[in-house]
Structure formats: C-alpha cells, structure tokens
C-alpha cells in the first residue's frame, strides 16, 4: 500500500550559489509502526571533486571524491534503531541489529540489511526497488534470500552507470560521492575540509550534544553510540554524525566500479569508540555485504521530490515580483 508522503519544505536564502537548500520529513509505517525521516537537500550540481587545488587542508586521501552532478537529499540523521524496528514490524523484513534504545542509530546492520530497508522505503512510497535480489520460493519479497544482484538491461530502471541502483528508484544507500559531498562539501567557497564539522581542526570529542565543532568519538566501547539526533555539530549543509557516532554504509563498492553484485561495499565516518584520525575524510574502508558489525550504521538519500522543485521555482518567481514592486 503507498504511504502518503508528509512533507514541510523549508528554502534557505543561498540560490544565488544555484544550491537548493531544503529540510524535508518523509513519513513511512501506519498506526504503531509508522515513523518518519528527516532530510536536508543537497544542491550545487555539478561541483568539482576533491583535490589538491579545492580541499583546504593536506590530506590528500579523498582526492577524487565528492563530485556530483545533480541536485538530491541526504537523510540529516543516521537510521535509527526505532525505525528499522518499525519497518520490520511493518513488513516482516527479519532484520537483526544490536538492542539499543529506540533513538540510538541501528547497528548490526549489514549492507544488505541496509538496502532491504531502502527497498521498503520505496515501495511504501509507490517507487521501484532501488535494489535488485535474487528471490526464492517463499521469500518475502524484499530479498530475505540476501543474494544482491545487478540490474540487468531488460530491467525497466537499468542504469549502465550504476549497475546497483535502479534509476526508477526514489530512496537509495548514498553512493560514496554523495555521501562525501555532503558531509565535506562547503557550496560558500567550493573546498572541501578534513572533517563532517565544516572544518579542518579536529573536533571537540564529546558522549553527545550538538554544539558546532563537536563530535561523538574518543569514548568507551561500553558507553554506545548517542542519539541519532544528540550526536554533535553539523557539516555545512546540515548533517549530523557523518563524522562520529557509528561508520556508515555507502552504496558504492570499493573500487567504485558497482560492476559485482556481492562485492565489499565502502563506508566511512567513525564510531563513537574511535580516535580522532578515523573521523577524518581521508579515511575509508570496505566490508563484506553479509557482515553487520556493533560500530557500523547507515542514512540514506533520495532525489529531490518533484513538488519540491515546483515550488522553488514559484518561490523564485513570488521573490522576483516582489523585487520588481519594491524596485517600482
């Protein structure tokens, strides 16, 4: 059954950089299990990857990454643990994940945990399966049979660029360029800095909170990780936690290439138990698709809803008329 989408969108005042800024809450689940995810835009399509002429710091590790050519939305917070509790409820989808309290983020969540979830998320919407599985006789339909797949070219959707994702598909895991742009990214300046703060001093490690320039890391394996929504400062375009908190999931394969269906996937950010070094945009790793581990999370992105755009542009046009009538 689609679920009908509740939206409140919010636009900053930064198009003169051509950046479409917008918060977002998309509600998922019915009755007791329904739930809802925040999201923030990301805009600026188009923008040049990382190098030595755009970052500005020294670290030359996340050289190449970062760049993207059209306009989506990133989820501001991890997924929570409440959230994957409700779409299983809701849909019988046998997920596993370590018990923590409802708004601490979902961990012992393998990848294709992960994209299980995103599958649900678009079929509550009405949109395609982001992610192709191989199904058995009495799977559940949402790939319990946990054998990911490419998509092939008689597949409505097929993208030959990206042979994960269906490009019919709303929801998706964040390619490692999406998810890189949004937590380094500065639209103001067009430089990229080391950490998910906005800047290239080390964050202040803290067991939660949200003042500017402060991270969730440094701490003891017994604390956990804070709330999803606790989990310290933001990046420049309004994330919270893409550094700290737990490692998070991205859709992209290691070496990029999303050419085998069952090969290690990236992820990056640092957990709660880390040193400072592992928050850095330097650092990333790999992991097989099967393995869910106590540290390691996910968000997830999507693209611009249609409406959204139709009412830029009659904010765009109100705004010039306004301009004209005060210029008159």
Same mark, same amino acid.
């Given at each position: 059954?689609?679920?009908?989408?509740?939206?409140?969108?919010?636009?900053?005042?930064?198009?003169?950089?051509?950046?479409?800024?917008?918060?977002?809450?998309?509600?998922?689940? &019915?009755?007791?299990? +329904?739930?809802?995810?925040?999201?923030?835009?990301?805009?600026?399509?188009?923008?040049?990857?990382?190098?030595?002429?755009?970052?500005?710091?020294?670290?030359?590790?996340?050289?190449?990454?970062?760049?993207?050519?059209? #306009?989506?939305?990133?989820?501001?917070?991890?997924?929570?643990?409440?959230?994957?509790?409700?779409?299983?409820?809701?849909?019988?989808l046998g997920f596993t994940q370590t018990t923590r309290t409802a708004d601490q983020p979902a961990t012992? /969540?393998?990848?294709?945990?992960?994209?299980?979830? /995103?599958?649900?998320?678009?079929?509550?919407?009405?949109?395609?399966?982001?992610?192709?599985?191989?199904? %058995?006789?009495?799977?559940?339909?949402?790939?319990? &049979?946990?054998?990911? %797949?490419?998509?092939?070219?008689?597949?409505?959707?097929?993208?030959?660029?990206?042979?994960?994702?269906?490009?019919?598909?709303?929801?998706?895991?964040?390619?490692?360029?999406?998810?890189?742009?949004?937590?380094?990214?500065?639209?103001?300046?067009?430089?990229?800095?080391?950490?998910?703060?906005?800047?290239?001093?080390?964050?202040?490690?803290?067991?939660?909170?949200?003042?500017?320039?402060?991270?969730?890391?440094?701490?003891?394996?017994?604390?956990?990780?804070?709330?999803?929504?606790?989990?310290?400062?933001?990046?420049?375009?309004?994330?919270? +936690?893409?550094?700290?908190?737990?490692?998070?999931?991205?859709?992209?394969?290691?070496?990029? /290439?999303?050419?085998?269906?069952?090969?290690?996937?990236?992820?990056?950010?640092? @957990?709660?138990?880390?040193?400072?070094? #592992?928050?850095?945009?330097?650092?990333?790793?790999?992991?097989? /698709?099967?393995?869910?581990?106590?540290?390691?999370?996910?968000?997830?992105?999507?693209? @611009?809803? @249609?409406?959204?755009?139709?009412?830029?542009?009659?904010?765009?046009?109100? &705004?010039?008329?306004?301009?004209?009538?005060?210029?008159?």
């Amino acid at each position: 059954m689609k679920t009908t989408l509740m939206k409140s969108i919010l636009f900053s005042g930064l198009f003169g950089l051509g950046m479409l800024s917008a918060t977002a809450q998309d509600s998922f689940g &019915s009755g007791a299990n +329904a739930f809802s995810i925040d999201f923030v835009g990301i805009g600026n399509p188009g923008n040049l990857a990382q190098s030595s002429d755009n970052r500005s710091h020294g670290e030359s590790g996340g050289d190449g990454y970062g760049s993207v050519g059209y #306009e989506y939305r990133i989820s501001t917070y991890a997924i929570s643990t409440a959230m994957m509790e409700k779409a299983d409820a809701e849909a019988g989808l046998g997920f596993t994940q370590t018990t923590r309290t409802a708004d601490q983020p979902a961990t012992v /969540v393998n990848w294709n945990q992960a994209a299980r979830f /995103v599958n649900f998320l678009n079929e509550q919407a009405g949109y395609s399966h982001a992610y192709k599985f191989e199904h %058995q006789p009495g799977d559940d339909g949402y790939g319990s &049979s946990q054998n990911i %797949q490419l998509w092939d070219i008689n597949d409505p959707g097929y993208d030959a660029n990206n042979l994960f994702r269906n490009a019919n598909a709303y929801y998706f895991l964040p390619s490692e360029d999406e998810w890189y742009k949004a937590a380094y990214y500065d639209p103001s300046t067009g430089n990229y800095s080391l950490y998910a703060t906005g800047s290239d001093t080390a964050p202040t490690a803290v067991s939660g909170g949200t003042d500017p320039d402060t991270a969730v890391f440094g701490q003891s394996n017994q604390q956990g990780p804070a709330d999803v929504d606790n989990a310290g400062g933001l990046s420049f375009y309004g994330t919270m +936690a893409q550094g700290g908190n737990t490692w998070e999931w991205l859709e992209s394969a290691f070496d990029g /290439v999303n050419n085998v269906g069952n090969e290690a996937r990236s992820y990056r950010g640092g @957990p709660w138990n880390a040193g400072e070094s #592992e928050l850095r945009s330097s650092i990333r790793y790999s992991q097989s /698709v099967g393995l869910g581990t106590g540290t390691t999370g996910f968000r997830v992105a999507s693209i @611009p809803e @249609p409406s959204t755009m139709v009412m830029l542009f009659v904010f765009l046009g109100a &705004s010039a008329l306004v301009l004209r009538g005060r210029k008159g």
